[in-house]
């Protein structure tokens, strides 16, 4: 499983408008619609908010991750969004987030899910590939760049 396979490029975005959490989610859950236009976004956004309640998705070094479980999908989906100036995400370091990736799984997928959280983590931890998502001018740079790191 590649990220840059399961990323459709009309699910990126290189600058959110998002000045809250929510609010990113919910652009979030737009990019997603562009891909899969007849998920709910009203479902969804609860499904998000609810993981959120649980513990924040902000894992530190300026990236999220905000992630759940879906009834009724028939795939993984997966939206990237940035955000230059940072969003307070409640992240672990306390440092606002700037790269987000949005990861939907069917309700029955764990080990999937799992398994693309893990590949997201490990891709980011690297600063120079970090620096270079937080640099690229525009979405299929963007895709390139995870393309070739992933």
């Known amino acids: 499983m590649k990220i840059a396979d399961l990323?459709?490029?009309k699910a990126i975005?290189?600058?959110l408008t998002a000045t809250q959490k929510t609010e990113v989610l919910a652009e979030m859950i737009?990019?997603?619609r562009r891909v899969q236009p007849d998920l709910d976004a009203a479902e969804l956004l609860a499904v998000l908010i609810g993981r959120e309640e649980l513990g924040s998705t902000g894992i530190?070094?300026?990236?999220a991750i905000p992630h759940g479980k879906l009834k009724g999908l028939d795939r993984l989906l997966m939206a990237f969004a940035r955000k230059r100036d940072g969003i307070d995400f409640d992240s672990m370091d306390n440092r606002p987030a700037?790269?987000?990736?949005l990861l939907l799984a069917p309700e029955n997928e764990a080990t999937l899910h799992l398994k693309a959280l893990a590949r997201i983590s490990k891709?980011?931890?690297k600063e120079d590939v970090r620096q270079q998502l937080f640099d690229a001018p525009d979405a299929a740079t963007l895709l390139s760049i995870l393309s070739q790191e992933d």
Do not use: K, N, Y
């Open 7 to 9: 990323l459709d490029i």
């Open 13 to 15: 975005s290189t600058e």
């Open 30 to 32: 737009d990019l997603l």
């Open 60 to 63: 530190g070094d300026g990236v």
């Open 98 to 101: 700037h790269l987000f990736f």
């Open 123 to 125: 891709l980011l931890r």
